[in-house]
């Protein structure tokens, strides 16, 4: 092997084991466009929280971390990841995989190119006094797409009985019939009505899934003058 065929495979192999930033550079304007699949549930304004944290001034935070949030999940909390470069790309790729059990419903960006650029885009907007230039929030158009339809709150099961609601600052807790509690954004549950015959029994609300991701819901009542003792102010 002579010495030009040395040098030539020198380089491909540093090509093969360089880092993925390398074979695919970032492009913060395509990762914009890719945020607008985020921006439902996360902001970039300092501790605005939504359905998710703020995702300002998000590297070398500690996950699970950010004060101002109340909902992370116990695995998230108890992870010890600190998000950088490598962790936030696991996590934009897999969620569950990097943290199992976490709350998370997003399902991963398997696609190299488009992780590379959100986080390109990402790098630059989350960065202390970076103006928040995120696309309009999506959630309102959201609520809704999957509501009960024709479910007969009578003689649903009881993962749809609602048994507690608890509010504390802008979070809800509800527990059904079925032991679980689960946690809403205030935005992301509302509060309703049904007095057909299909409604719930007096005293007897019921929950029902809505929009596409997983984290909204509505809790159905019999009559308005039951929402309020039911729910119970409880941090």
């Given at each position: 092997?002579?010495?030009s065929?040395?040098?030539?495979?020198?380089?491909?192999a540093?090509?093969?084991?360089?880092?993925?930033?390398?074979?695919a550079?970032?492009?913060?304007?395509?990762?914009?466009?890719?945020?607008?699949?985020?921006?439902?549930?996360?902001?970039?304004?300092?501790?605005?929280?939504?359905?998710?944290?703020?995702?300002?001034?998000?590297?070398?935070?500690?996950?699970?971390?950010?004060?101002?949030?109340?909902?992370?999940?116990?695995a998230?909390?108890?992870?010890?990841?600190?998000?950088?470069?490598?962790?936030?790309?696991?996590?934009?790729?897999?969620?569950?995989?990097?943290?199992?059990?976490?709350?998370?419903?997003f399902?991963?960006?398997?696609?190299n190119?488009?992780?590379?650029?959100?986080?390109?885009?990402?790098?630059?907007?989350?960065?202390?006094?970076?103006?928040?230039?995120?696309?309009?929030?999506?959630?309102?158009?959201?609520?809704?797409?999957?509501?009960?339809?024709?479910?007969?709150?009578?003689?649903?099961?009881?993962?749809?009985?609602?048994?507690?609601?608890?509010?504390?600052?802008?979070?809800?807790?509800?527990?059904?019939?079925?032991?679980?509690?689960?946690?809403?954004?205030?935005?992301?549950?509302?509060?309703?009505?049904?007095?057909?015959?299909?409604?719930?029994?007096?005293?007897?609300?019921?929950?029902v899934?809505?929009?596409?991701?997983?984290?909204?819901?509505?809790?159905?009542?019999?009559?308005?003058?039951?929402?309020?003792?039911?729910?119970?102010?409880?941090?």
């Amino acid at each position: 092997m002579n010495g030009s065929q040395i040098v030539a495979l020198a380089a491909l192999a540093s090509l093969a084991f360089a880092p993925r930033s390398f074979a695919a550079e970032g492009n913060p304007a395509r990762g914009q466009r890719v945020f607008g699949a985020c921006a439902a549930c996360h902001s970039l304004e300092p501790n605005r929280s939504m359905t998710g944290p703020s995702l300002a001034e998000l590297w070398n935070r500690k996950a699970g971390g950010l004060a101002s949030f109340p909902r992370y999940s116990p695995a998230l909390k108890s992870s010890g990841l600190v998000w950088n470069d490598k962790t936030l790309e696991d996590w934009i790729n897999d969620p569950q995989h990097l943290v199992p059990g976490n709350d998370m419903t997003f399902q991963g960006i398997k696609d190299n190119q488009q992780r590379v650029d959100l986080l390109a885009f990402l790098k630059q907007a989350t960065q202390p006094g970076h103006p928040a230039s995120q696309p309009a929030q999506q959630g309102g158009q959201m609520g809704g797409m999957m509501g009960g339809g024709d479910l007969d709150l009578k003689t649903t099961g009881p993962e749809h009985r609602v048994k507690a609601i608890s509010y504390c600052r802008d979070t809800y807790r509800v527990t059904t019939a079925d032991g679980n509690t689960r946690v809403f954004w205030e935005r992301n549950l509302r509060l309703m009505i049904d007095s057909s015959e299909n409604g719930p029994e007096k005293g007897a609300p019921g929950l029902v899934d809505a929009g596409m991701m997983g984290d909204r819901a509505d809790a159905i009542f019999a009559d308005p003058s039951e929402i309020s003792p039911f729910i119970i102010a409880k941090c």
